[in-house]
């Protein structure tokens, strides 16, 4: 079985934001796989060490600094990498249409990709690419079991856990909770610079939505900070829930 | 005229979540017609439900194959409905089946889709809507221009508001069958909770490191319990497993807007003031005085929650 996984390049979800000429700025920014996609390598690279899977190909849309976070899972365990060359600027649609392009190529049993990006946080690409592919999907698994042609994973849905299963091909796309991922060993990043990384570019697609405005939240101001015995600060803190907040005590 | 705005409803057996009521109110704002959308079995007994939040019409699309959400049968159904009746715009919640939904379907329809919106502007054709990015850290207004325009809504951000609506049942052809369903529901586990869920609760009450173990986890719980809160944790309670990772808040969890926010020995890490920075109220109880959290805190108390929290519980019950 050939497993695709989906990575994207995102910030370091410790990262402050500022704006720079009414864009993000990036100066300063660690890089990471976006923890979500993560996770998906991780379960990807699991399925080849129980040998449910033979190759295990990540993919990446983005600009030539997304090649860091395909090094980063080349480092942890996948095989090869494709870099699809894409402007910073697509949208969830063309980012779509460029990985559903380059998946195709691979004809894949499985595709793999966090369930949403901490950057943009659309979770809109991995179903979008399943339908471009014509693949049933299941969307923030916390577990993935192969067998017999189809793949079964419990989702945290809204409420409860639901569990489903599609045939294969299909899209799968990750919790973060499904899997701790593991550090990549000295010796996985001095293998990782020798595994083959094709670069291609991106399928031709306009975006459908544009940004026409970005903007820090407005800072919130910190309020009243008592330092005092803990009774006293329990019997003002309950009284600004009950007067101010007006909080209902069951 | 327009034609339209349609809201997407969001319930399972019958049991509406209030996303969709919040839902309706905004969409009531645009002066055009508002339009709930119900798929499943019975659904169209709910129609005087939605009449009650302004709804117009409700098209209640009936079948058992729309029993439980399936994302093929109910794209089929829903594409259908779009080239008979031609509406403005869809919106549907962020949620498990609604971003589901509409990622499909805004593939399917090569359209435009802004997901997790907190703001919606929407005049004929288009929508601006303003969506939080790394996770609340910035904001962005997106412009969908695409037809119809679709976007999916964050629960517990829109006033709910009561306006009369005439309610009038339409029922579509039913467009979708059998061969559209690719996924099997093999089981759906409900969480067994007496609590609220905590995207949709008016109180959030969250533990940090500062809880030590599940010990401080539980006196957590006794203050949520105390105000019908949900009880949430940041990534240390998270990683340490006192609590499980569906009541994470923050960037790599969830975010979460309700009335009261408290932080209970948690230090307040950028990625967890993502998550909960938008509430309306924010009280923290830390050790430490430097802790960042007092930064947003509308209330802040330098004390050991061991000591605050049991006498805040006796005095909240006076």
Known sequence: MKVLVCVKQTFDTEAKIEL????????GINLIINPYDEVAVEGAIQLKEKGVAKEVVVVSAGSDKAMDAIRTALAMGADRGILVTQDAGADEY???????????????????????????????????VAEILGYPHINVITSLEVAGGKVVCSSEADGGTQITEVSLPAVVSSQVSWNEPRYPSMKGIMQAKKKPVD?????????????????????????????D???????????????TVKVEVK | MMAGTWVFVEQRDGNIRKVTFEMLSQAKKYGDEVSAVVFGKGVKALAPEFAKYGADKVYAVEGDIFADYNTGAFVAQMVAMINEFQPNAVFFAHSFNGRDFASRLAQKLEAGLATDVIAAELSAGKGVFTRAIYAGKALAKVEVATSPVLATIRPGVFEVAEAAGAGAVVEPAVAASAADVYQTIKEFQPTVSSRPELNEAEVVVSGGRGCKGPEGIKIVEELADLLGAAVGGSRAAIDSGWLGHELQVGQTGKVVNPNLYVAAGISGAIQHLAGMSSSKFIA??????????????????VADLFKVIPTLISELKK
Not at chain 1, 20 to 27: E, L, R, V
Not at chain 1, 229 to 243: F, I, Q, R, S
Not at chain 2, 287 to 293: L, N
Request: with cysteine.
């Open chain 1, 20 to 27: 720079k000429d009414g864009k993000i700025s990036d100066a």
């Open chain 1, 199 to 227: 670069t291609v570019a991106a399928a031709a697609a306009d975006n459908k939505t544009t940004i026409v405005e970005l903007s820090l939240p407005a800072a919130k101001q910190a309020g009243v900070k008592i330092e």
């Open chain 2, 284 to 301: 923290a109880i830390n050790t430490d005085t430097e802790a960042p959290i007092f930064n947003v805190a509308d209330f802040g108390v």
């Open chain 1, 94 to 128: 063309a980012r779509a249409v460029a990985l559903g392009a380059a998946i195709k190529n691979e004809n894949p049993d499985l595709v793999l990709a966090g369930h949403v990006a901490a950057d943009d946080g659309s979770s809109q690409v991995p179903t979008r």
């Open chain 1, 229 to 243: 015995e803990a009774e006293v600060c329990a019997t003002k803190l309950a009284d600004w829930m009950k007067n």
